[in-house]
Structures are given as C-alpha cells and as structure tokens.
C-alpha cells in the first residue's frame, strides 16, 4: 500500500503495518471473550471497537519491525498494550465520573460502575497473560512495572489534583506515571523483543517517554481551547473535575491574592459558580498560561524526535519522527 498519499502520521503507520493491527485486533477479540460472563466482551467491545486511534500498539509494533524482528510476538505485546490502556480508560471514567470518551457514552454510563471496575480488572488480568507468552523476563519486568507505575500515577493524581501546592514537577511525576508509562513501555518493549542493541532499546524508551508527555500536555491544553467535536470532550472538563493541570498550575504560580483565592474556591473547595469557567479563562490568558503550556508541549515533541537518532534510517522512523509533529499540530 503507498502510503504517501495518507496525510496524518499514525494513519500512515496504520497503513505501513496493517497485517500485523489486523493480527493485534483479531487477537484482542479472541482474548476479550468470555464463556462464563457476556458481559466482559460486551463492555470492552464498546470502548475497542470505538475508533480509537490505537497508537499504542502501533508504536510496540513500529519499534518492534524499525528493529528488524520478524517474530509473532510484537502481536501478542501490542494486544498486551492495549489492554492495559483500555482497563485504565474503564477505571478512568469510573474515577471521573466520566459520560464521554472518544465522542460515545462510557461504559460505566451505558452499564454500571461495577461492571467497568470488574471488566477493567478482567482485561489487566488478560495483559498479564498475553505479556507471558513471549516468554522474555525482560518484557514482564518492563510492561508490569508501567502497570504499576499507571497506577500510582493516577493515585497521585487524586491527591495533587486539587492541592494548590501541586507544581510542575509533581506535574510531570503524574503526567510520567498515567500517560507516559505505557508510551515508553509500548516503545521499549517493542526493541527488547527484537533483541536490538541497549542504546537503541534506550532511545525507544526515551522516545516514547517524550511523546506520552507532550501527548498529554496537549491533551490538557485542548481541555482549556479544544474543539467538543474533534476531541470528544467537553472544554472545561478538567475545570469541573477541579482537575489542576499544566495551565492552571501556570496560572497559580503567577496569581495575586485575589486570583488564588479564586482557585482555592473553585479548584482546592469546588465551590463553582455559573461564570466560573470563563473567569478561568481570563486568567489563563491574562497570564499567557496557554501559550506557554503549547510552548512546552513543543519542546517535548523536540525531545521525542531527537530522542530516535541513535536507530537507522527507515521508514518507520520517518513516520515516528512525523507523529510527534503531529501530537503537538493540534495546538499549533
């Protein structure tokens, strides 16, 4: 297939290794069914089947074929990838209270929250089957511990959240944990199954380290300026959830006593007003907070591209080096 013509780069990937996501999304709707409980595969087909972009294991599979391997395994920790995204999107939603994730009603609003925490669960426990199955220690130690690491991310989230204490490092511990885990171990995984040499395994490692940050900055800064219809949020959503993020963070550290006693009110209390929102908005503009968030979420798509230089020239590496424009284009 010519892929040139296909204008976004994770489409271009999609098209470059369509066998190997045909193979991932055939073994994913074997591993998700269920003989005893019709519920597991009803709920998780409901957010798989939703038109993801499915860049995860996209990315496990590019660095895995960018490496050279020629093995069946890279499928097996692609599926594994996605999984593990899409238990912590199920416990997500639950988390956020959540009634939208990729344009549709969430699982916990079609169902229950019961059936989203138990069927999350289900499809962590199917992640740690599938990641045994290559058989390499290597690759159990790297995809079990991003599991863990997901989740003291989101831990740490509940409580830095809303304390107006929380500052840009804690920010990125949280940012590293819930989002660029499982980036850097869909990466990393993808070279240590090529048995690729350890400054390459390291370069896909820092690569997707990078690319999972300026993803998610990008996806906070979409939150204050997006659009409802391309990002299937509602803006404002983290302002509601009194979620503290990059640009509010931004805000508080340049806010008079005025404006902090805004944030303690409607971040830090959750005492929100009709207006409140808009307010927020003004502040983050008065102190150029928006611009400065994108500006930072650049410099990290820099550190992504610069990050692949130590693999060779291929055309996987092309379309890598492309996504991570492409991450950050959504604000530019």
């Known amino acids: 297939m010519n892929t040139d013509t296909i204008a976004k780069p994770h489409d271009r990937l999609a098209a470059h290794l369509t066998d190997d996501m045909d193979k991932v999304t055939a073994l994913i709707r074997e591993r998700m069914a269920s003989k005893h409980a019709p519920r597991i595969p009803e709920v998780t087909a409901h957010l798989v089947e939703a038109g993801g972009k499915r860049?995860?294991?996209?990315m496990t599979l590019a660095a895995a074929r960018m490496c050279g391997y020629d093995g069946p395994y890279h499928v097996h920790?692609?599926?594994?990838?996605?999984?593990?995204?899409?238990?912590?999107l199920l416990h997500d939603d639950v988390v956020d209270e959540s009634e939208q994730r990729r344009g549709r009603p969430t699982a916990n609003l079609l169902w229950d929250n019961q059936s989203s925490v138990l069927v999350g669960d289900y499809l962590f426990a199917r992640s740690f089957q599938?990641?045994?199955?290559?058989?390499?220690?290597?690759?159990?130690?790297?995809?079990?511990?991003?599991?863990?690491?997901?989740?003291?991310?989101?831990?740490?989230?509940?409580?830095?959240?809303?304390?107006?204490?929380?500052?840009?490092?804690?920010y990125l511990q949280v940012v590293r944990g819930k989002t660029a885990?499982?980036?850097?171990?869909?990466?990393?995984?993808g070279g240590v199954i090529?048995?690729?040499?350890?400054?390459?395994?390291?370069?896909?490692?820092?690569?997707?380290?990078?690319?999972?940050?300026?993803?998610?900055?990008?996806d906070d800064l979409l939150d204050y300026q997006g659009n409802t219809g391309a990002t299937g949020k509602n803006v404002g959503d983290d302002f509601r959830e009194r979620?503290?993020?990059?640009?509010?963070?931004?805000?508080?550290?340049?806010?008079?006593?005025?404006?902090?006693?805004?944030?303690?009110?409607?971040?830090?209390?959750?005492?929100?007003?009709?207006?409140?929102?808009?307010?927020?908005?003004?502040?983050?503009?008065?102190?150029?907070?928006?611009?400065?968030?994108?500006?930072d979420a650049l410099a990290w798509a820099d550190k992504a591209k610069a990050a692949l230089a130590p693999l060779p020239a291929h055309d996987i590496k092309d379309m890598l080096i492309d996504l991570a424009d492409y991450v950050v284009s959504r604000i530019s």
């Open 55 to 58: 860049l995860r294991p996209l």
């Open 77 to 88: 920790l692609a599926a594994t990838v996605e999984f593990i995204h899409t238990a912590t």
């Open 130 to 170: 599938l990641m045994t199955e290559p058989g390499s220690m290597r690759v159990m130690q790297i995809l079990s511990n991003a599991a863990a690491t997901i989740a003291e991310g989101e831990v740490l989230q509940l409580t830095a959240a809303r304390n107006l204490a929380t500052d840009e490092s804690v």
């Open 181 to 189: 885990a499982l980036f850097s171990a869909a990466t990393e995984v």
């Open 194 to 218: 090529a048995e690729a040499p350890d400054a390459q395994v390291q370069a896909l490692f820092d690569y997707g380290d990078a690319l999972g940050i300026a993803f998610q900055i990008v």
């Open 243 to 295: 979620k503290l993020t990059l640009p509010v963070i931004k805000a508080v550290a340049k806010a008079d006593a005025e404006e902090r006693a805004f944030w303690v009110r409607t971040i830090e209390k959750g005492r929100q007003e009709d207006g409140d929102l808009d307010h927020a908005l003004v502040l983050l503009d008065k102190h150029g907070t928006l611009a400065a968030t994108r500006q």
